[in-house]
């Protein structure tokens, strides 16, 4: 296994998303062969199943969805998405650069008997037809830190709304960016800083499902600081109506919730557009 920190000298930003959809492709099959993405198909034969939390499932359910049109960016296999779908959303479409991860999400959807549209994208380039057509934008786990600026990436999201349409970002909170990957001894020792410029290179690969490392295609993921995301939603006329800093792990770092010390593990932020 390699693993380097730092990127080459020169890379562009197109440079970084070109490495990145590659590295998505390549880690497709791995994600599919998982036990969680059975889960996710026996689940979704299930009427009304939802991969989300009972928090987040709590906070949607407070936005009438019945007939909302739906947006997920960065869909990945669209569980999150479909997962919306069951609670009575209308249109629902998936945006993702990776067509291996669409196909996977439309293997759920035939799972679930649900109709969603998946549509093969850089997010950036989300083809204009898409403009003002939500009523949902939805973004979580693991999507700001492959966008090299987020106050582009919010101008997409923004794009794709409706005008009063809103955003739904459940995120890991940035803080986690100082730590090693993976689970660690409490209390964890941070080996970055939070406040890092250039984007971090990992050639360990994507499969965070099983853990497990090979030597793969170098990826590219950026340090966005929390006022990046709140400046980014704000900067493109957004109202921010909800944003509450959690105490709980929604990605691979269970050990790290119910300390004394708590950190920040993830976050939950609504926004309406203007
Ligand atoms: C960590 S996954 C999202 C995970 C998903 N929320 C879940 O929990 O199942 C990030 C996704 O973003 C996609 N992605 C990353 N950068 C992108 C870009 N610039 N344009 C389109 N998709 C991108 C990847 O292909 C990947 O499917």
Same mark, same amino acid.
């Given at each position: 296994m390699t693993d380097s920190t730092q990127p080459p000298a020169g890379l562009s930003q197109d440079d970084l998303k070109t490495a990145n959809q590659a590295g998505w492709d390549e880690a497709?099959?791995?994600?599919?062969?998982?036990?969680?993405?059975?889960?996710?198909l026996e689940g979704f034969a299930t009427p009304g199943f939802s991969c989300f939390d009972d928090f987040a499932n709590r906070r949607l359910r407070t936005l009438e969805m019945t007939g909302k049109s739906v947006a997920q960016l960065c869909c990945n296999n669209?569980?999150?998405?479909?997962?919306?779908?069951?609670?009575?959303?209308?249109?629902?479409?998936?945006?993702?650069?990776?067509?291996?991860?669409?196909?996977q999400g439309r293997e759920l959807a035939a799972a679930g008997q649900l109709e969603a549209e998946f549509v093969q994208t850089e997010i950036s380039a989300i083809p204009d037809e898409?403009?003002?057509?939500?009523?949902?934008?939805?973004?979580?786990?693991?999507?700001?830190?492959?966008?090299?600026?987020?106050?582009?990436?919010?101008?997409?999201?923004?794009?794709?709304l409706r005008p009063g349409g809103r955003l739904f970002l459940y995120e890991d909170h940035p803080i986690l960016n100082m730590y090693p990957d993976g689970e660690q001894d409490?209390?964890?020792?941070?080996?970055?800083?939070?406040?890092?410029?250039?984007?971090?290179?990992?050639?360990?690969?994507?499969?965070?499902?099983?853990g497990k490392t090979y030597d793969a295609q170098p990826v @590219?993921? =950026?340090?966005? /600081?929390? !006022?990046?995301?709140?400046?980014g939603v704000v900067r493109n006329d957004f109202? #921010?109506?909800?944003?509450?800093?959690?105490? @709980?792990? =929604?990605?691979? /770092?269970? !050990?790290?919730?119910?300390?004394?010390?708590?950190?920040?593990?993830?976050? #939950?932020?609504f926004a309406r557009k203007e």
């Open positions: 497709a099959d791995l994600h599919r062969a998982h036990p969680q993405f059975a889960a996710l669209a569980r999150e998405l479909l997962s919306i779908k069951n609670i009575g959303a209308g249109r629902c479409v998936g945006f993702d650069f990776s067509q291996a991860f669409l196909d898409y403009n003002e057509s939500f009523d949902l934008a939805v973004m979580t786990i693991g999507v700001l830190g492959w966008m090299p600026n987020l106050t582009t990436f919010f101008a997409t999201v923004s794009r794709v409490m209390p964890p020792v941070p080996d970055e800083s939070y406040f890092r410029s250039t984007p971090y290179q990992s050639k360990s690969g994507l499969d965070y499902g099983s @590219y993921w =950026i340090f966005h /600081r929390m !006022s990046d995301v709140v400046m109202a #921010i109506e909800e944003f509450e800093e959690l105490p @709980y792990d =929604i990605g691979t /770092r269970p !050990s790290y919730e119910n300390q004394s010390q708590q950190l920040p593990l993830s976050y #939950i932020l």
